[in-house]
């Protein structure tokens, strides 16, 4: 009989399946998928890899949702955080007999609320859960100060496919030899907290102080899409479904993640895998892993306008055979978690508990 393994999840991602599909093909697992609607901003389209078997989460009550996931018979539970109080129902009924995992991007920022959630634990998260699945070390240290000890914490929750994205990086490779891309790129919401007009703003004046060849290429939608800058040096795509992001991998060089906050940032991982200089505020999760300064990218401080002027322009000056050297440092550095080492994670703890 396959072992099984049961995530309840919130919003499904190209990045979540991946990692999934590496599980299933891997290991040969049966994997249970409950998951939350759509998001309407983000309309990602998915293929669910064979083997997978998805449950619309509004289609339940609470008591059909506990006895389907106890008729499942998991050898593994994950869920993603603790807001669904219909998902922490169903961890309840597992009675911590099995691996039950909590996943967690929030980083530990010693406010009040993180305070009493860590003085509560022992009375609740300790009660339901076995370990903790955590993005990185920002996300680490949240979850030790909420009791679980350093062999129960998991790091690597949010991994991308990283093969996916080193074959784009070598499809561009040879387009990008005979011709290198001047331009920044940016890929994700037209939403304030993510600092996209502060990149607007940057990149107009940096044109404006120190004209140059360099483009911006905007990828997404959102709320600000009805006021985003126009320049002629900066374009925008509109939103853009993962599969077709090729021809703007192909024709552009730096990514820039600007976020006032970001608790991980999936979407760095991902350009790092596919060869790209970084530039990323302070307050972006991913760049705890994936950005070693001045060594594939630069940081600034979140907000500031003139900091990120001045980070873009430390690229522009680079010559291009300092920021070929940067994205072959970003390759690597992506190769630290990936969808296989992520599906290892899971398998031994099912053999921990056997």
Known sequence: MKTKVLFLYTELA??????????????????????????????????VPAGVQVYERQNYTREQLIRLCQEIAPRLVFCSGWVDKDYLAVVRSFKKEIPILVGMDNQWQGSVKQYIASLLAPFTLQRLFTHAFVAGAPQKAYAR??????????????????????????????????????????????????GVEDLWQAFVQLQGQMPNDWELWCLGTGPLAAIAVKHPKVKHFGFVQPQALQPYINQTSVFVLPSHFEPWGV????????????????????????LKEGINGFSFEPGNVTALKEAMKKLVMLPEARLRLMGEESRTMALQNTPSIWAEKLMKLTCEFA
């Open 14 to 47: 190209g990045y979540f399946l991946s990692c999934v599909e590496a599980l299933v093909q891997q290991y040969a697992v049966e994997v249970h998928i409950v998951r939350w609607p759509l998001n309407q901003e983000a309309p990602f389209q998915f293929d």
């Open 145 to 194: 100060k909420l009791g679980f000890s350093e062999s129960h914490v998991l790091e690597g929750y949010y991994a991308a496919d990283v093969g996916h994205f080193q074959q784009a990086y070598l499809t561009a490779k040879e387009l990008k030899a005979e011709a290198f891309p001047r331009r920044f790129l940016y890929v994700g919401r037209y939403v304030p907290e993510k």
């Open 267 to 290: 979407v760095i991982h991902e350009f790092a895998a596919a060869g790209f200089p970084l530039l990323c505020s302070h307050r972006v999760g991913a760049a705890t892993a994936f």
